[in-house]
């Protein structure tokens, strides 16, 4: 079965600090892979997707990256946080064509800028 | 935006009682799908209807479709406390088959 790891948990990080978030994937191959972030309260804001290694689709011009080394790994990083980071930071996967498929998320980081 | 739009933005029930939730969307569709969130979770898939489809069911859910009217709805049948969660649409583009765009969500509180 497929499984998809998200970590940490929580982050605390002060302004200014760099950041690196982890996400993979166990249990498929080529997968779609994504990078939402979540205000409180708030809908899921689509940061990043890829299709393929390499491969990254930005949504919204910021102050995050995101990378894909490998299949089934996709990172999202800061070289230095601003305030307006904070938030849930949710990953997910899909089989292709997305058209016929769902997306899995993963059980998300909350990160505190401070 | 591209962001769908749901409502209402919050709903308190009583168990046993229907919710009815709806989403409006502005661009032309593939799919819809609705998922829930548990506070602080990430989302779990509930239901895909395509476009051509106008009604899906599955277990207490009911989901039904217009494209015309670019809008959905979900209805949960006899609540339980457990359905307390929150309730998001994602649309999936005719045009671009790789992403999707998630509405703002509904609150749903059912009380016991």
């Known amino acids: 079965s497929q499984t998809i790891h998200q970590w940490p948990a929580t982050l605390v990080q002060p302004v200014g600090s760099p950041l690196s978030l982890e996400c993979t994937v166990e249990?498929?191959?080529?997968?779609?892979l994504y990078w939402y972030r979540q205000a409180a309260g708030r809908g899921l804001q689509l940061l990043f997707y890829s299709v393929g290694i390499g491969q990254i689709s930005s949504e919204v011009p910021q102050n995050l990256s995101a990378s894909r080394p490998q299949d089934r790994q996709f990172i999202l990083s800061s070289k230095k946080l601003l305030l307006s980071d904070s938030g849930f930071y949710l990953c997910a996967w899909s089989r292709t064509p997305l058209a016929k498929n769902i997306q899995y998320f993963g059980a998300g980081t909350r990160l505190s800028v401070l | 935006s591209q962001q769908g739009e749901e409502d209402p933005q919050a709903l308190s029930i009583q168990e046993g009682e229907n919710a009815t939730m709806n989403c409006s969307y502005k661009?032309?569709?593939?799919?819809l799908q609705w998922y829930r969130q548990n506070s602080g979770r990430g989302l779990v898939h509930l239901i895909l209807?395509?476009?051509?489809?106008r009604e899906k069911h599955s277990g207490r859910l009911r989901v039904t479709l217009d494209t015309s009217k670019k809008s959905s709805s979900l209805l949960i049948t006899a609540s339980r406390a457990a359905d307390t969660a929150s309730y998001f649409c994602?649309?999936?583009?005719?045009?671009?088959?790789?992403?999707?765009?998630f509405g703002t969500g509904t609150r749903l509180q059912v009380f016991p």
């Open positions: 209807i395509r476009s051509n489809e």
């Open positions: 994602a649309t999936g583009f005719r045009y671009n088959t790789d992403k999707l765009i």
């Open positions: 661009t032309s569709i593939n799919n």
């Open positions: 249990g498929t191959s080529n997968p779609n």
